[in-house]
């Protein structure tokens, strides 16, 4: 699904990731952990296609592809989700039709009509069912007004519904209680399938205790320092990153 092969980018002219290789697997779960600044929404927003971030060198495979020279758009279209971290209001414009212009966008750009709109409603219900979703919500202001965990449900809500190849979750440090935690704990595991992959990114191991990853990574001034499975995101969680720090002195 994804390849990443030393892969460097910088910001602003500063070099933040300094060689990275990761290889997602269709049908996995990857935690990606690791301290405030190591470089992990960096990440995120390379592999998004974000216009600031540059990369340097290495490459990005999607499908065996090399996704480099497209935008963010083109790679959305391609089955590349972003979880918004900031999500933005829009007066007037309900969390359904919002999703209907994504997905119908999303289609034109594969050569695709649009979703009739009698199987458009079947996914709306039938995805908001699954999450749990009020029907009084779908119609409401896109995130106007919107409570966090509101915010979680109506971005949950979209990943379901463009329903991506590759969902890459980037939770801030801050914010996330614990009914927002649950939303985006279930969201991820009800839409997990063995044809598409997700990559949780977080600070903290609890959100794990719900997504259960296959492989967690811990990202360290802009290396991954360490991968393993889910002990190490417990171990982190007791130790905190300073032993992984001290043994990337010591190499
Ligand atoms: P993390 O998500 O692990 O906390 P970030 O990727 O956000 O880390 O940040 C890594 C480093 O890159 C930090 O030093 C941060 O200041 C810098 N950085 C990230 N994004 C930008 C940006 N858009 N402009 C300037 N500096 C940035
Ligand atoms: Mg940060
Ligand atoms: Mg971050």
Known sequence: MLKIIDLHASVEGKEILRGINLEVKAGEVHAIMGPNGSGKSTLANVIAGKEEYEVEKGQILLEGEDIDELS?????????????QYPIEIPGVSVTNFIKTAINANRKANGL???????MLKMIREKSEMLAIDRKFLSRSLNEGFSGGEKKRNEIFQMAMLEPK?????????????????????????LKTKDNAVIVITHYQRLLDHIIPDFVHVLHEGRIVKSGSKELAHKLEEKGYDWIKEEVELD
């Open 72 to 84: 963010a758009d083109e790679r959305a279209h391609k089955g590349v989700f972003l979880s918004f």
């Open 166 to 190: 590759l969902a890459i979750l980037d939770e801030t440090d801050s914010g996330l209680d614990i009914d927002a935690l649950r939303i985006v704990a279930d969201g991820v595991n009800a």
């Open 113 to 119: 009509d649009d979703m009739p709109a009698k199987d």
